[in-house]
Structures are given as C-alpha cells and as structure tokens.
C-alpha cells in the first residue's frame, strides 16, 4: 500500500456515493439502450452500438477539455492538484478514445462493410489518440515532477486543438461517417425521442463514472506526488 | 528587444552550422538517402504519381526538421549552453523563437536540395512551378515551430529520438496532408488548388508561430 501524507479531501469522501451512483446509471442506461429503446429501422439491432460508442466519443472530448483547463490551471498557479487532474483525465481519456475507436469498428463493420476507413472522422479520432498516448509517454518518461508538471501542461494546452477538429470534421468533409446527431450547429437532434432518451441516460452515466474514476486516480496520483515530495524533504 | 534577442539567436545558430554544418549535412544527406530509398521501394511508376512524390517528399523533409532541430539542441546541452542563454531575462522567447527562425532557413536549403532531387528521380512535370514555389516556402514556414515544440518537450528526457517523432507527426499530420495536396495541385497545373492549400499552410504557419512563442518558452528548462 502506498504510504501518504495526502489529506482527506471532499472528492474523496464523494468517491463511494459516485461509484454507487455510476453502478446504478449504468444499470438503468443499459435497460434502455437494450431492452427499451426500439430497434433502427434500417440497421436493426446493431444500432444499439450507438449508445455506448457515442457516450465513450462524449467522454473522451470531456476528458481532453478537462486536461485542458487543468493544464492552463497548473501553468498559472503551478499548483500540483492540476497537474495531477490533467494525468487521471489524460489516462481516462486515451482509454475511452481507444474504446471509441474499437467501438466503432465493430459498428463499421455490418453497416459500411469494412473495419476501417480512411475517412476524416475516423483519421481525426485515431490521430487525437495517437497524440494523448504521446502525451501519457512525455510524462512518463520524465523523472523531476515540477518538470513534468510543466511539460504535460504546455502538450496539454497544445492538444486540445485537436478536439473540435475531430467533432467538426464530419461536417468539413463529409464522407462515410453519419453527421453529428445530437450536437448540432441548429441544436435539434435527430433521433427518435427514446433514442435520444437512452443515448442522454447513457452519456449521464458515463460522466458519473468519468468522476468516479477521476477521483480514484487524483487520489492515487496525489499520492504519489505526496511521496515524491516527502522523499525530497 | 525580445526581437533583437531573438535575432542573436537566430544568428548565433547561424553560426555554429556555419562553423560545423552537421545538422545541415547530416539533413541533406537523410533527405536525399529517404527519398532514393522511398522512391526505389515503391517503384518510378507509382513514385511518378504527383501526390505520392509530394507525400514522400513532405514526410523526408519532416524527418529532416526533426533531425536538425534536435541537432540544434544538443550543440547547447553539450556545454551546458543552455542554462546560461535561459538565465538571462526573456531568455527562453528568444531561445525557442531563435531555433525556429534558425530551422526555418536551414529547413529551406535542405527543402532546396530535396525539392531538386524529387525532379531529379522521379519523372515528374511540373507545370505550375510559381505555384509549387509558394506551396513549398508556405510548408517550410510552417513546419519549425511544431517541431521545435516537440524537441523543447523531449529535452533531457529518456528516449528522446523516438519521442520527437511521436508527439511531432500527428501533430503535423494536418500540414503534411495540407503541404502534400498543394504539392500535387501545382505539379499537375492546378494552380487555384495550390493557392488554396498555400492558404491553408500559412494559416497553419500562424497558428502555430503564435501558439509556439505564447506557450513553448514555459517548458524551457
């Protein structure tokens, strides 16, 4: 078990009720998405990808945005809980971005006839995750934590240029890809109304459980950072 | 007097490849070796194509920028130059903006050199050479300050040579496929494609230049 001098802090204690909370989202976002929402007309079940891959797409740009503002925090206050924020989302979102990618695939395959295409949303979207593991790589092959603090904040704010790059590029060039459904320039989705609910209750419980693991992982970096610094003195 | 110190960089890198043009030799070299090599792999008929000679063109001059811009500094780790240009007031402005202009002309004699070989090997009929003139200023403008950016964040860390490239092409890919569609609008006499693409590129060179001074000189240490 890691030793620490890190304290007890409000997040933490909300950690178990988020958990919780996210277990139970999940729960009641799936029943809709399997069980009450109707199947496509001209996809069939297949459709029901949608609910997940459109909620992890959600989170991974929720994440990145959020690598960005504590990114812009750390550089100005030079405080370690930023830096610290940025990792967990960084992680968490390489890790939904690589889910979006495989989700995708999956999806592409019966409805487009291929794994993969070389479309502008598809290269967007692996080029953004390509980027972020990069960035994951600076921080780890950095040893001094002030410098790597500092390093990860200016790729962090350098980065994040590519996220409306990737949302967008469906309606720069559009090709393969289906134009955005819910996020639109007119603000009037698309989708059927109980799509569109158990697609809502599905990104909710996403982002519930985008806080339950960002407060684990702040946690546990806070940690580490806490060691690092008690080691030095 | 940023500028100014800016300027003494700049010419202080000069310099120093004047005096050892490693970085300078070592790129031409590369960038004459990757093209030989690309273009022999793929065959003169497929190479001959204008968007593939642009592509291996643009991703050798790539590699090249990165080489020299790490080149670049290594010369200040050697002595330790670096912590004494980063100590004097306004220091790392002038440090990073110094490299990117220094990369940018070194960028652009090694762009020369590669440019002439892609004619050279490929049978390849430029019929809008002005155009392809302006797409190749407009993609060497652009390229130092993403590069520099990834060598500054790669400095003294472990692994560093595949680092750069790492961070750097994805981050470049919008320029590459930018640069490489401009090259082939203008060597296939598509001159209103190419001022397009230019556009794009200097936009790019912008957004990047600007980007790169406002934030880069944070992570100079």
Redesign the interface.
């Known amino acids: 078990m890691i030793s620490t001098t890190a304290k007890t802090t409000s997040a933490l204690r909300a950690r178990p009720f988020l958990g919780a909370a996210s277990v139970v989202a999940l729960f009641v976002a799936l029943w809709m998405a399997l069980v009450w929402s109707p199947p496509d007309a001209a996809m069939g079940n297949v459709v029901r990808i949608l609910y997940v891959h459109v909620a992890n797409a959600w989170l991974a740009y929720l994440a990145f945005v959020v690598v960005f503002l504590a990114s812009v925090a750390y550089?100005w206050t030079k405080r370690l809980v930023f830096d610290a924020i940025a990792v967990a989302s960084a992680e968490i979102g390489v890790l939904f971005t690589g889910l979006t990618l495989v989700l995708g695939s999956i999806w592409a395959e019966p409805t487009w006839g291929v794994w993969w295409s070389w479309e502008p949303r598809l290269?967007t979207t692996a080029?953004m995750f390509?980027?972020y593991?990069?960035y994951l790589?600076?921080r780890n092959?950095?040893d001094d934590l002030e410098?790597r603090a500092?390093?990860a904040?200016?790729?962090g704010?350098?980065?994040v240029v590519d996220v409306p790059?990737v949302h967008l590029s469906v309606t720069w060039m559009n090709a393969l890809h289906q134009l955005p459904s819910v996020l639109r320039p007119d603000l009037s989705p698309t989708l059927d109304p109980s799509m569109l609910a158990s697609l809502i209750a599905m990104t909710i419980a996403f982002t519930v459980l985008y806080a339950y693991l960002m407060t684990a992982r702040v946690d546990i970096e806070r940690r580490r950072q806490a060691r690092v610094l008690e080691a030095r003195g | 007097m940023t500028l100014q110190r800016i300027g003494l960089v700049a010419a202080r890198e000069a310099r120093a490849e004047r005096g050892q043009p490693e970085g300078l030799i070592g790129a031409a070299t590369f960038i004459a070796v990757l093209i030989f090599v690309e273009s022999l792999t793929i065959g003169p008929i497929a190479a001959s194509h204008p968007a593939t000679a642009a592509a291996l063109y643009w991703i050798a001059l790539t590699f090249a920028a990165i080489l020299v811009a790490s080149r670049a500094f290594d010369r200040e780790l050697e002595d330790d130059a670096i912590d004494a240009v980063l100590a004097l007031p306004g220091g790392r402005d002038a440090l990073y903006a110094g490299k990117a202009l220094a990369l940018t002309a070194l960028l652009a004699i090694v762009a020369l050199i590669g440019g002439g070989l892609v004619l050279i090997l490929v049978p390849l009929a430029v019929t809008a050479p002005l155009a392809l003139a302006l797409v190749v200023t407009a993609g060497v403008v652009a390229l130092p300050p993403i590069v520099v950016l990834t060598v500054v964040l790669a400095l003294r860390l472990r692994a560093r040579g595949a680092l750069v490239p790492i961070l750097a092409l994805p981050m470049l890919v919008p320029h590459l496929v930018a640069a490489t569609y401009g090259c082939a609008a203008a060597a296939s006499g598509d001159t209103s494609g190419a001022f397009a693409w230019s556009g794009l590129l200097v936009a790019f060179a912008l957004v990047y230049w600007v980007l790169g001074f406002t934030i880069v000189p944070a992570a100079l240490e």
């Open positions: 550089l290269i080029v390509a980027m593991v990069g790589l600076v092959l950095s410098r500092t390093r904040a200016v790729l704010i350098v980065l790059i």
